[in-house]
C-alpha cells in the first residue's frame, strides 16, 4: 500500500511529509538518553520485527541484509585471521548480535555491549552456547573492558539522533 501511495503522490508532498515526520522523531526524543531513545525504537519495532519469539528484537536491515552483511564479515573475518592468535574483542553497540555472532568463531574473548537491558538480557540467554559476555552500558559514557579490537557498527550515526 505505501509503495502504491509513494508512487501516486507528488514529490513535493513526500519531502514535506518526510521532514514532518523526521521532526516529530526528533522531538519525541529530544533531551532523552541513548537508553531511553533506543528502549523506545526497540519496543516500537522501528527497525522491523524478529521471527523468532524467543528473542523479539531486530537491528533493522543493516544486520541483517545479505548485501551488507557478508561483505562485512567477509572483510572482517579476514582481517581477524591476520592476527597470529585469536584477537579479544569488544563490541560497541551490539544489538541483535546477528553480525557478531557470525564473527565470534574468529575471536578470544569478546564482549558486547548496548545500552538496551532487555536485549542484552535476550542475547545473554539466545547466544549462550558462544561464550559472549553481554553487558548493558552507555558506549558515550560507561566504561569498556581492555581489548586488542573494539568494534562499532551502524552505531556512530545514531549518536546525532
Not at 597470529?84 to 569488544?90: D, E, G, K, L, T
Not at 549462550?128 to 562499532?152: K, N, S, W
Request: hydrophobic fraction near 35%; glycine fraction near 8%; charge should be positive.
Amino acid at each position: 500500500m505505501k509503495d502504491r501511495i509513494r508512487a501516486l503522490a507528488p514529490g513535493p508532498f513526500l519531502n514535506l511529509y518526510r521532514r514532518a515526520r523526521l521532526w516529530l522523531l526528533a522531538n519525541r526524543y529530544c533531551g532523552k538518553s541513548p537508553t531511553e531513545v533506543f528502549e523506545d525504537v526497540y519496543r516500537r519495532r522501528r527497525w522491523g520485527s524478529s521471527v523468532e519469539p524467543d528473542h523479539p528484537f531486530c537491528s533493522g536491515s543493516g544486520s541483517k541484509d545479505p548485501v551488507v552483511v557478508d561483505r562485512y564479515v567477509d572483510a572482517m573475518s579476514r582481517w581477524l585471521r591476520q592476527f597470529s592468535a585469536p584477537p579479544s574483542v569488544v563490541d560497541l553497540g551490539c544489538g541483535d548480535f546477528g553480525v557478531g555472532s557470525r564473527l565470534r568463531p574468529r575471536c578470544g574473548s569478546y564482549t558486547a555491549y548496548d545500552c538496551v537491558a532487555p536485549l542484552i538480557d535476550s542475547n545473554s540467554r539466545r547466544w549462550a552456547h558462544l561464550g559472549v559476555r553481554f553487558e548493558q552500558i552507555d558506549i558515550c559514557t560507561g566504561p569498556t573492558v581492555p581489548a586488542d579490537v573494539y568494534m562499532i557498527r551502524q552505531v556512530l550515526q545514531h549518536l546525532s539522533n
